[in-house]
DNA sequence: CTATTGATGGTC
DNA sequence: ACCATCAATAGG
């Protein structure tokens, strides 16, 4: 899955890059936590699209997040980036660990929308892979209104990193539910 | 440590 | 009305 496939990997902008640490799969318009899920809309276009395009979304009046789109043209899925560990660009310590933190550190808005990540001021590098026994999984954060879909395991993270965010998977209690 | 709330605005 | 959030605050 790209999801866990893209832990390791680099996000650049601005001159500013970060390791990925955090993320989560949005699966397709059946998945009713993914914004697919109501209909392809202006907002959400970017998703029916090709992959490999950045989806920029404005939540709560004030955040920008940043997504993958994973899916091939005509199948909305995308990817979540919800956590950095700083690599270059920053000046002093910066929290990176949330989606929304994330953004603002690296200069990330509606205006990177629709970008080609492999070919423009946004991309995702190339780097080694995430070690299996150190990378956990568990629900998503804040989709409790997706019924089934809000516990399906689709959070991906690397063990142990400061850029994990701290968010959790509100409905279920106890710790983070993990491993591989 | 948990829980709650205000900020702030696009989308449908 | 509803959010794929964050920071600040209050309470145990």
Redesign the pocket.
């Known amino acids: 899955m790209v999801a866990r496939a893209l832990l390791g990997k680099v996000l650049v902008h601005g001159g500013r890059s970060g390791r990925i640490v955090e993320t ?1 799969a ?1 699966v397709g318009a059946h998945d009713l ?3 697919a899920a ?1 209909g392809r ?4 276009s970017i998703l029916w699209g090709p992959p490999g395009r950045a989806y920029v979304y ?6 920008w ?1 940043f ?1 993958a789109v994973t899916g091939r043209e005509g199948h909305p899925a ?1 990817v ?1 980036v919800r956590g950095l560990e700083a690599l270059e660009g920053f000046d002093g310590p910066v ?1 990176l660990d ?4 994330l953004c603002r550190a690296l200069g990330i808005t509606g205006a990177q929308n629709g970008a080609d990540l492999a070919a423009s001021a946004v991309r995702i590098l190339d780097a080694p892979a995430v070690r299996g026994r150190d990378v956990a999984r568990g629900p998503r ?3 409790d ?1 997706a019924e089934e879909w809000a516990e399906t395991p689709l959070r991906f993270w690397v063990r142990g990193s400061p850029g994990v ?1 701290r ?1 959790r998977p509100s409905r279920r209690r106890g710790q983070a539910d993990s491993i591989r």
Not at 41 to 44: E, K, V
Not at 58 to 63: A, E, I, K, P
């Open positions: 989560e949005y936590a993914c914004h109501r809309t202006a907002r959400t404005f939540v709560y009046g004030m955040h997040c997504n995308a979540l929290r949330g989606p929304a933190r954060i804040g989709v209104y965010s968010g």
